[in-house]
C-alpha cells in the first residue's frame, strides 16, 4: 500500500488535492493529512507525524499544491520500488550534484540536473514545463527537490526528518537525501508528470536553512553519482515550455 503524507498549510486545495490524488493514484493507498493551518508545525515535524500515522509500504510526500496529470502513478512506485532493492526514493526532479559552496539542487545546471515538472503560474493563466534534462530515462542523482518524492517505508526504523535543525519549510528535502544516500539509491523518473502550482523562493529563511545545511554535511559534500564536475559559473539553466495549453509535440512521451 502507498502512504501520501500532505502538510495541509492552505485550506482551499484540502478537498481538491485529496480528490486529485486518490483519483489518479491506481493502487490501494491512503491519504495522510497533517493539518497545519495553525502552522504549529514545521514540514519536518508534519512529515514526521505522518510517518507516524501511515501503514503503507511506499510513503509519498507531495506538497498539496501538487497535484497529477496522468493516472496510474502508483503501480509506476510499485514497480520501480519492487524490481530493485537498493532503491531508497524516487522524484520528479533532482541533481546528480551537489556542490558544498552553495545549497540549492539546481545550482550545478545541465546535464547534473534531471526530470520535468509542469508550472501554473499568474491565478491559472499562464503554463510552462520546466525540462531539466531531455532525456527521458530514469536517472540516479544524490538529491531531489521536495515537491514530490516517494521513499522505502522501510527506512524510517534507520531515517527521520530532521525538526531540530531545520524549524521550517526549508532543505527538508536535501536533508532526507542525504541519510538515504548513506545506505541506498536515489532516482528522478520521467514516468509521473505533476502539475505545481507555485514555485519555489530563495528567500532569507531558504538562505538561513542553506546554511544550516552546508553546515551540517560539511563532511559529506560535494556528494555525487557521477565522475564528472559541474562549471558552476557556466550552469545551463532548465529549459521552461511555455506551453499556452498545448504541450510540445516530443517533451512528453
Given at each position: 500500500?502507498?502512504?501520501?503524507v500532505v502538510c495541509s498549510r492552505l485550506g482551499q486545495y484540502s478537498e ?238
Amino acid at each position: 500500500m502507498i502512504s501520501i503524507v500532505v502538510c495541509s498549510r492552505l485550506g482551499q486545495y484540502s478537498e481538491l488535492h485529496e480528490r486529485n490524488v486518490l483519483k489518479t493514484v491506481g493502487t490501494e493507498s491512503e491519504y495522510v493529512r497533517i493539518n497545519n493551518h495553525d502552522n504549529t508545525h514545521s514540514l519536518c515535524s508534519a512529515y514526521n507525524e505522518g510517518v507516524r500515522r501511515s501503514q503503507g509500504d511506499i510513503l509519498v510526500f507531495v506538497h498539496e499544491d501538487v497535484f497529477f496529470m496522468e493516472l496510474d502513478w502508483g503501480p509506476i512506485l510499485e514497480d520501480k520500488f519492487g524490481h530493485d532493492p537498493g532503491l531508497g526514493l524516487i522524484g520528479v526532479a533532482g541533481t546528480q550534484y551537489l556542490a558544498s559552496h552553495h545549497p540549492a539542487w539546481l545550482a550545478a545546471g545541465q546535464p547534473f540536473i534531471r526530470g520535468h515538472v509542469v508550472h501554473e503560474t499568474a491565478g491559472g493563466e499562464n503554463y510552462h514545463m520546466a525540462v531539466f534534462s531531455p532525456d527521458k530515462t530514469d536517472a540516479q542523482v544524490v538529491a531531489v527537490d521536495g515537491l514530490f518524492f516517494a521513499i522505502r517505508g522501510s527506512l524510517f526504523k534507520h531515517i527521520r526528518f530532521d525538526e531540530q535543525t531545520f524549524d521550517g519549510f526549508h532543505f527538508y528535502d536535501l536533508d532526507i537525501c542525504m541519510q538515504i544516500n548513506k545506505t541506498h539509491k536515489l532516482i528522478v523518473t520521467w514516468d509521473i508528470l505533476v502539475k505545481h502550482l507555485s514555485e519555489g523562493t530563495c528567500d532569507q529563511a531558504w538562505q538561513e536553512a542553506g546554511q544550516r545545511f552546508l553546515a551540517k554535511y560539511r563532511d559529506d559534500l560535494p556528494a555525487a553519482c557521477v565522475d564528472a564536475a559541474p562549471q558552476f559559473d557556466k550552469a545551463i539553466a532548465p529549459i521552461n515550455y511555455n506551453l499556452k495549453g498545448v504541450v510540445p509535440q516530443g517533451i512528453i512521451g
